[in-house]
C-alpha cells in the first residue's frame, strides 16, 4: 500500500485517466511524476523524444500489417516492388513521430506525404530524411486530396494540451476503403474526428470503411525497447536523487524534475490537468520556495 512518502512515476496520458485516479491520488497524499511531463534544459522532453522515436517506426510496422489481406485491409505491400506503384502514406504532423514514421516509409519505398502547420519543422524534416519529400502545411482542400488517394494515414500531431483534430469524419468517409489510419496521438485526444480509444487486446476497429488503429502508449509492444531506452534516461535522475539525499531536495535544484511533476504529498501542481478535470491547482514553484 502507497505511503505519504511515496514517490510514483509513470507515464500521465490524460486521455486514458479519469478524475477518480486523481482524487485517489490527493487522498493518498502521493508526490506523482509524468516522466512524458520531463523537460531538460535545453527544452526537450527527453523521454517523449525517445518514445516517440518508437512510436514512429512502429507505426509503420503497424500499418504494413494492416494493410494485409488478412486484417482486412487492401492486400498491398508496404514497399515499391518493380512494375507494381508504390503506395502512399500520409504523415500528419512533422515531430519526432512525423520524422521516424516518414524515413521508415521512405526507407521501403513508399510515397511520403508530411502535413505540418510548422514550417520550421517541415524544413528540417526535409534536410534530415536525406530524400525529396512532399510536405505541406495543412490546408483543408490539399489535405482531403492527399486522403483521398493514401492508403496509409499516420496522426503525429501532438498540440499543446489536447491534439487538434484536422481530418474530419467527412474526409475519411472519403478515403478508400481498407485504407489504414494509425492516430499516434490518440493519447492526447486523436487528430483523427473518427477515432476511438482501443486496446492491445482489440487494436483495430473499421468506421466508413477504413480500418482505425487507435492504441494509446504504442511503445508498450515492444516493452523491451521501451524499456531500455527509458532507463538511460532516468537512470542519471535516479543517481542524482540518491546523491541529492532524496527526490525532494533533488526537485528542489532540478527544474526538469518540477516539471515533471504533477502531484506534491497530495497537492495538484499541473495546470493541464487541473483544467481537464476541473480540480484545485497549487503553482509548485511557489510550494517548494
Not at 477504413?210 to 524499456?227: D, F, G, L, M, Q
Request: aromatic share 8%.
Amino acid at each position: 500500500m502507497l505511503n505519504p512518502q511515496t514517490v510514483l512515476i509513470s507515464a500521465l496520458q490524460l486521455k486514458t485517466q479519469d478524475k477518480k485516479y486523481f482524487e485517489a491520488l490527493a487522498k493518498k497524499r502521493i508526490t506523482a511524476i509524468a516522466f512524458d511531463y520531463i523537460k531538460d534544459e535545453h527544452g526537450v522532453y527527453p523521454i517523449v523524444k525517445s518514445l516517440s522515436e518508437i512510436a514512429g517506426i512502429a507505426s509503420m510496422h503497424i500499418a504494413a500489417e494492416l494493410m494485409t489481406a488478412s486484417y482486412g485491409g487492401n492486400g498491398l505491400l508496404l514497399g515499391n516492388i518493380g512494375g507494381v506503384p508504390p503506395t502512399d502514406v500520409v504523415i500528419l504532423g512533422a515531430g519526432t513521430v512525423g520524422e521516424f514514421a516518414a524515413r521508415s516509409a521512405i526507407g521501403l519505398g513508399a510515397r511520403v506525404k508530411v502535413f505540418d502547420n510548422s514550417i520550421t519543422k517541415l524544413r528540417k524534416l526535409q534536410s534530415c530524411v536525406n530524400s525529396p519529400i512532399y510536405t505541406s502545411t495543412i490546408q483543408p482542400k490539399t489535405l482531403q486530396k492527399a486522403l483521398m488517394r493514401c492508403d496509409v494515414a499516420i496522426g503525429a500531431i501532438r498540440g499543446k494540451d489536447r491534439s487538434p483534430v484536422v481530418v474530419t469524419e467527412e474526409m475519411i468517409e472519403q478515403m478508400k476503403d481498407g485504407a489504414v489510419i494509425v492516430d499516434v496521438s490518440i493519447d492526447r485526444g486523436g487528430c483523427f474526428e473518427t477515432s476511438q480509444i482501443t486496446t492491445h487486446s482489440k487494436p483495430t476497429f473499421s468506421n466508413h470503411g477504413v480500418i482505425h488503429y487507435c492504441v494509446p502508449n504504442i511503445p508498450s509492444r515492444y516493452s523491451r525497447t521501451a524499456s531500455v531506452s527509458i532507463s538511460n534516461i532516468f537512470t542519471p535522475y535516479l543517481l542524482e536523487i540518491a546523491e541529492e539525499g532524496g527526490f525532494e531536495n533533488a526537485a528542489r535544484f532540478d527544474k526538469s524534475l518540477r516539471n515533471g511533476m504533477y502531484f506534491y504529498h497530495g497537492i495538484l501542481t499541473n495546470k493541464t490537468v487541473a483544467d481537464w478535470f476541473d480540480l484545485p491547482y497549487r503553482d509548485i514553484n511557489l510550494l517548494f520556495f
